[in-house]
Structures are given as structure tokens and as C-alpha cells.
């Protein structure tokens, strides 16, 4: 399966933009990335996915490197309620892939 | 509130007991996902249903019973546990497997102790 290697964690302060990177050298023409956070005490939630193109959305940006080996999760103005551990996922588009989780990085937002 | 319910939020459970975790959604998703998470452990995969039927064990001991009845509700039947199975247990679901893109709704969790 191809990995991901994220920071284990960042820090950054509220209304600033953050750059969460992603690295996937080993990525496949057919996976798609998939972002997931978690919040203290909640479940995974999905935040975006992407597979060549950069995607916009109402929580975040995702901006893919022309050679897919890395990406970027953008959020465009972190508030407090921001800080999470968010999840970097390559899933295979062709396949029966589960999401399997890595460490992600902890995002602490600075007040 | 995400459309995926767990139920209890919080259980206590001796070694010796039995205990079920339940799992609801009504989103109209077809595949169901069991989900361990340890303390300073990442997610572990555990159990996928897809359209009621099985279609992953993820190596998991026989003291972790699933059971998915239909396509809303899965349960996860716990017996002789151990202290080191406390966790937060996911329960998450998506839309069966063939479709081009199906992302994953995910619960709250049940936070399990095992005493």
C-alpha cells in the first residue's frame, strides 16, 4: 500500500492560514488523496479528497504537486476550533480500499 | 450530530461480562466499518460490512463479535476482554464498495474500559 508521512505536529495562529503537508512518493496513477481530521473527543470527518487537480471547498483547499509525490491541505483562516489531529489518505480509486489511517499531524491553533 | 449514532458513549465492563456496542445511520450507505483506536495509536481497521455481509477481518480476536442485520445498524459484541481492548471504538459507514468515490461518515465513538 502506498504511504503517507505527515509532521506530527504544527502550530499556528488563529485567522492565519496553515499549510498542512503531505508527502506520497510512492503514490499510483489511481489514489486519490483523501484528508480526514478529528477533533478532541469526536470521530474522524472528512475534509476533502483530490486526485490531479487542486479542489476547493467550504472547509479547506487542496493543492496537489504536479507529480502527485506530495500535497498540500490549505485552511485559509484557522480559528480554535481548527485544532485537530488531521489524517493524509491514499485510497485507490480501481480497488475495494478501506481509509487506513496513519499518525496525521496535531494542529495546535495559537489564540 | 454526523448521521452515524453510537450507543453507549461510555461503557465500564469487568472481564467477565458481555456487553454490546450499537452502531445506527440513516444516510442510505450500504457498507459499515469498525474502528479500534488506542491511546497514541493510530486508527485500526477492524471490520467492514458490505450490504450485510462480512468482508473483512482485519486478524481481530474472537472475544470482538460484529453483527450487522441490515444495512443501518451494526453491532459489536464484546465477552472476556481484556484491559488492553480499552479504547475509543468507531463506527463509521460510506456507500458500498464499486462506486467511484465514497467518503467515510464516522460516530462519536463508544469510550470502552475494560476493568
Known amino acids: 500500500d502506498a504511504k503517507t508521512t505527515q509532521p506530527n505536529s504544527m502550530e499556528s495562529n488563529e485567522e492565519e492560514p496553515v499549510h498542512l503537508p503531505c508527502n506520497h512518493s510512492t503514490i499510483s496513477g489511481t489514489d486519490y488523496i483523501h484528508w480526514y481530521r478529528q477533533l478532541p473527543s469526536q470521530g474522524p470527518e472528512y475534509v476533502i479528497h483530490?486526485?490531479?487537480s487542486n479542489v476547493n471547498n467550504r472547509m479547506a483547499s487542496l493543492a496537489i504537486a504536479e507529480d502527485r509525490k506530495s500535497s498540500t491541505l490549505i485552511l485559509h483562516r484557522a480559528t480554535l476550533r481548527d485544532a485537530a489531529v488531521y489524517y493524509c489518505?491514499?485510497?485507490?480509486?480501481?480497488?475495494?480500499?478501506?481509509?487506513?489511517f496513519g499518525k496525521g499531524t496535531r494542529l495546535h491553533i495559537l489564540p | 450530530e454526523t448521521g452515524v449514532t453510537q450507543t453507549p458513549r461510555h461503557l465500564v465492563m469487568g472481564m467477565t461480562n458481555k456487553k454490546s456496542l450499537k452502531c445506527e445511520q440513516h444516510l442510505g450507505h450500504n457498507a459499515m466499518y469498525w474502528y479500534k483506536q488506542s491511546a497514541k495509536k493510530p486508527l485500526e481497521l477492524m471490520f467492514v460490512y458490505n450490504f450485510k455481509e462480512q468482508t473483512e477481518n482485519n486478524s481481530v480476536p474472537s472475544r470482538f463479535s460484529p453483527e450487522c442485520p441490515n444495512s443501518s445498524h451494526l453491532f459489536l459484541h464484546l465477552h472476556t476482554l481484556q484491559p488492553e481492548d480499552s479504547a475509543l471504538y468507531l463506527c463509521?459507514?460510506?456507500?458500498?464498495?464499486?462506486?467511484?468515490?465514497?467518503?467515510?461518515?464516522f460516530g462519536s465513538g463508544t469510550r470502552l474500559t475494560v476493568v
Open positions: 489518505i491514499l485510497r485507490d480509486g480501481n480497488r475495494d480500499d478501506k481509509i487506513i
Open positions: 463509521a459507514s460510506s456507500q458500498a464498495a464499486g462506486t467511484t468515490f465514497y467518503g467515510y461518515t
Open positions: 483530490g486526485l490531479t
